[in-house]
């Protein structure tokens, strides 16, 4: 049923203006609206609602929000310079960058989190 929609991501934050600052500013979402409710970006062709205000909110604990991206060395190098610090998971082998190669050598993966502790990640497939 739903298989043809379009899909749209949520994420909460207690922080509006620090999250405003990080999606659009450091990791270069499109702006799309600054609503009562949310802040609304497109990425990718799908809209991230970074729902406000939050009295209080407890981030998942597993990723909550995810990007494909064509060369994550770059991109990883790219966000640390704008400050972003990534994820160490002490079960997984990561490298200096924090990326991790997965068993069968078909992706690699990288988290970090929003300033409202939400994990994200970003994942370079295999050709």
Not at 60 to 86: C, I, N, R, S, Y
Not at 95 to 111: N, Y
């Amino acid at each position: 049923m739903l298989g043809n929609c379009e899909v749209m991501a949520f994420v909460g934050t207690t922080q509006p203006e620090r999250a405003k600052a990080f999606y659009g500013g450091v990791l270069g979402l499109k702006l799309v609206e600054d609503a009562w409710w949310a802040i609304i970006y497109e990425a990718g062709g799908i809209h991230l609602h970074i729902e406000k205000p939050r009295d209080k909110f407890t981030p998942l604990p597993f990723t909550a929000l995810g990007w494909k991206v064509p060369d994550l060395k770059v991109m990883v190098e790219q966000l640390a310079k704008k400050g972003v610090k990534f994820e160490r998971v002490p079960e997984l082998q990561q490298d200096d960058l924090g990326i991790w190669t997965t068993p069968d050598g078909g992706g690699k993966v990288c988290w970090f989190k929003d300033p409202d502790g939400n994990t994200l990640s970003m994942t370079q497939f295999s050709k």
